[in-house]
């Protein structure tokens, strides 16, 4: 079992609709979690963090962490064209520096 | 400002040869770290630094692979005898140390092949 762990998609959402992207984790050690948008041929963008269970909004993005059932959630509200990309999914273990990354889902929003 | 830079962008490199790989971090980052990106594979730690202390290597594939950081900035990443399953994207990132969230910052990366 990998320890972060997306589904790949492709995930088609039409424009001006809610994108939902979803993430779980293995190790209840994981402390905080990061959502990284990456363009096709470039590097990965931080979107958002949250360590705190509950949500996290930032704009048109709301973050979701639910320690309990180990997962982590990225909502895209009023999706748009631009908001086409693979999202990684990573998260950090308490006393680890390194991010675990999950393999992204890829988003693809229909005008 | 600026952000991370990395040289340099492509490289290509005939099996068995050593390469080099540049990471600049953004200015007043102390931690640093090396991750790379197979095609179609999630990110992969490498190697971790943070300010003078001893780095974390956990991540490295195999004895090829070394890195060192002058003067707590500038960093290299250096794989010996390269094989072609060393091609990928190998991506630095660096972060500003007392933030609450950890957050890392990406440079573009330095795409290797291996021939």
């Known amino acids: 079992q990998k320890e972060v762990e997306q589904n790949s998609g492709p995930l088609s959402v039409p424009e001006g609709a809610i994108a939902s992207l979803n993430c779980t984790y293995s190790?209840?050690?994981?402390?905080?979690f990061f959502w990284y948008r990456q363009y096709s041929g470039k590097s990965p963008e931080l979107i958002m963090f949250?360590?705190?269970?509950g949500d996290k909004e930032d704009g048109r993005f709301t973050a979701q962490l639910n320690k309990a059932s180990q997962y982590v959630s990225l909502l895209i509200r009023d999706s748009q064209p631009s908001d086409s990309a693979t999202y990684l999914c990573?998260?950090?273990?308490?006393?680890?520096?390194?991010?675990?990354f999950g393999t992204g889902t890829r988003l693809t929003i229909i005008p | 400002g600026a952000g991370v830079s990395q040289s340099p962008s492509n490289k290509v490199t005939e099996k068995g040869k050593d390469v080099e790989l540049r990471c600049d971090p953004i200015?007043?980052?102390?931690?640093l770290y090396w991750y790379r990106q197979s095609l179609g594979q999630g990110l992969e730690f490498l190697i971790y630094?943070?300010?003078?202390?001893?780095?974390?290597k956990s991540g490295l594939p195999s004895d090829r692979f070394s890195a060192e950081r002058t003067g707590g900035s500038v960093s290299t990443l250096t794989i010996q005898r390269t094989q072609q399953e060393d091609s990928a994207v190998y991506l630095c990132?660096?972060?500003?140390?007392?933030?609450?969230?950890?957050?890392?910052?990406f440079g573009p990366g330095t795409r290797l092949t291996v021939t």
């Open positions: 990132a660096s972060r500003l140390s007392g933030t609450a969230g950890y957050e890392q910052y």
């Open positions: 990573a998260g950090r273990v308490f006393g680890n520096e390194k991010l675990t």
């Open positions: 949250i360590y705190s269970n």
């Open positions: 190790d209840r050690g994981s402390q905080s």
């Open positions: 630094f943070q300010g003078n202390s001893a780095p974390d």
């Open positions: 200015s007043g980052h102390t931690a």
